[in-house]
T-cell receptor, first 113, second 110 residues
């Protein structure tokens, strides 16, 4: 069974640009969550989608947005990039979104210059 | 606001030298406490979920325990391949919003 797949693996952008990251969950999983990981702040929750609906949202500015498609694949978008957005962005999936373990992808390393 | 604190930040052990990692938490309505392992350049890998005080779970050289205020990850006779960052996270509220601690970076030397 294939794991969580995130693309691209690495991304370099400049300030002011926008970026879209993609996540394909494990087959059959309906919940997809996104996290930002930085050396100083650790892992911080961005948002969660379940059956195409945003179910939870973290404390990030509106420049961060996401969506989920009918096949459970998810994308997150960051507009007007800032230097502080440089981080590892991790996607995680679970089957029902309840008290279950999350399976994480290897992440997209975003560098903003 | 949910808070999770892990200690120590870093730990260096000799192979075979047992130790414990701590995760203390302040939350309202704990639904579950998770332990993950993260290797450099990879996403976190699930280890354990604990749901109620007094619960214990074991996997190979690792044993996780839970009280009402903290959780411990005990590592017995560690090997170099146990070197990684160990993350603790709490699940509260609805859905799948995890609040993570900043992790303990463990290095096991020969």
């Amino acid at each position: 069974k294939a794991g969580v797949t995130q693309t691209p693996r690495y991304l370099i952008k400049t300030r002011g640009q926008q970026v879209t990251l993609s996540c394909s969950p494990i087959s059959g999983h309906r919940s997809v969550s996104w996290y930002q990981q930085t050396p100083g702040q650790g892992l911080q929750f961005l948002f969660e989608y379940f059956s195409e609906t945003q179910r939870n949202k973290g404390n990030f500015p509106g420049r961060f947005s996401g969506r989920q498609f009918s096949n459970s694949r998810s994308e997150m978008n960051v507009s007007t990039l800032e230097l502080g957005d440089s981080a590892l962005y991790l996607c995680a999936s679970s089957s029902s979104g309840g008290d279950e373990k999350l399976f994480f992808g290897s992440g997209t390393q975003l560098s903003v210059l | 606001e949910d808070q999770v604190t892990q200690s120590p930040e870093a730990l260096r052990l000799q192979e075979g030298e047992s130790s414990s990692l701590n995760c203390s938490y302040t939350v309202s309505g704990l639904r579950g406490l998770f332990w993950y392992r993260q290797d450099p350049g990879k996403g976190p890998e699930f280890l354990f979920t604990l749901y109620s005080a007094g619960e214990e779970k074991e996997k190979e050289r690792l044993k996780a325990t839970l009280t009402k205020k903290e959780s411990f990850l005990h590592i017995t006779a560690p090997k170099p391949e146990d070197s990684a960052t160990y993350l603790c996270a709490v699940l509260t509220g609805g859905g799948n919003k995890l609040t993570f601690g900043t992790g303990t970076q463990l290095k096991v030397e020969l």
